[in-house]
């Protein structure tokens, strides 16, 4: 099945830091990635929406500043957490979609980011 | 969005049917019926999907209701690893007809597995 890939799985550093996440679709063409953020004990809040090759597209309340994301090719999208601080802290979760008519979208893992 | 209500938490035992349901009463019809899984720590995993009919694939079962208000994930022999929560989401289908949707996430039911 379609697998997606991200890294890293955990990630702790200073407040001050800027963190890079990376999302890949392993073996097929994710014309577009989403980008979640995930609270302890909370569901899944959409941040992003990436198509590739053009500006992300955020939800309400989402800083684009703070959450940069860039979708460059149509394996890889990129999330960096810029300045993090320690309410950053959270279980951050990538999916791909290929476009195709009926087909699921396909999560990473996720990335626990934890800020000092 | 058209919301999904679901009950917060279920149980069932080891090896016997379990039967998720799933109430959107405010459906559209060009709405699609996703459910996805999430154990602890990792990323929601895609289940099953359909739009009018009952569907069926090598993880579950989803039956929909002739009036598409409700839904039922059949997880037809439950075993530990089944343990997660079930999140029921409906989606449009997109302009093109493709995949490009948001999935809105809502609380889901915590599935509990007794051995």
């Known amino acids: 099945g379609a697998v997606v890939s991200q890294h890293p799985s955990r990630v702790i550093c200073k407040s001050g830091t800027s963190v890079k996440i990376e999302c890949r679709s392993l073996?097929?063409?994710?014309?577009?990635m989403f980008w979640y953020r995930q609270f302890p004990k909370q569901s899944l809040m959409l941040m992003a929406t990436?198509?590739?090759?053009?500006?992300?597209?955020?939800e309400q309340g989402v800083e684009k500043d703070k959450f940069l994301i860039n979708h460059a090719s149509l394996t890889l999208s990129t999330l960096t957490v810029t300045s993090a601080h320690p309410e950053d802290s959270s279980f951050y979760i990538c999916?791909?979609?290929?476009?195709?008519?009926?087909?699921?979208?396909?999560f990473g893992d996720g990335t626990r980011l934890s800020i000092l | 969005d058209a919301k999904t209500t679901q009950p917060n938490s279920m149980e069932s035992n080891e090896e016997e049917p379990v039967h998720l349901p799933c109430n959107h009463s405010?459906?559209?019809?060009?709405?699609?019926i996703h459910w996805y899984r999430q154990l602890p720590s990792q990323g929601p995993e895609y289940v099953i999907h359909?739009?009018?009919s009952n569907v069926n694939n090598r993880m579950a079962s989803l039956a929909i209701a002739e009036d598409r208000k409700s839904s039922t994930l059949i997880l037809h022999r439950a075993t530990l690893r089944d343990a997660a929560v079930y999140y029921c989401?409906?989606?449009?289908?997109?302009?093109?007809?493709?995949?490009?949707?948001?999935?809105?996430f809502g609380k889901g039911t915590l599935l509990t597995v007794n051995p």
């Open positions: 989401i409906l989606s449009p289908r997109g302009n093109s007809g493709g995949s490009n949707y948001k999935l809105t």
């Open positions: 359909g739009l009018t």
């Open positions: 405010t459906i559209s019809g060009t709405d699609y």
């Open positions: 073996d097929f063409q994710a014309t577009t």
């Open positions: 999916s791909a979609s290929n476009g195709r008519d009926r087909q699921p979208q396909h």
């Open positions: 990436s198509n590739e090759g053009s500006k992300a597209t955020y």
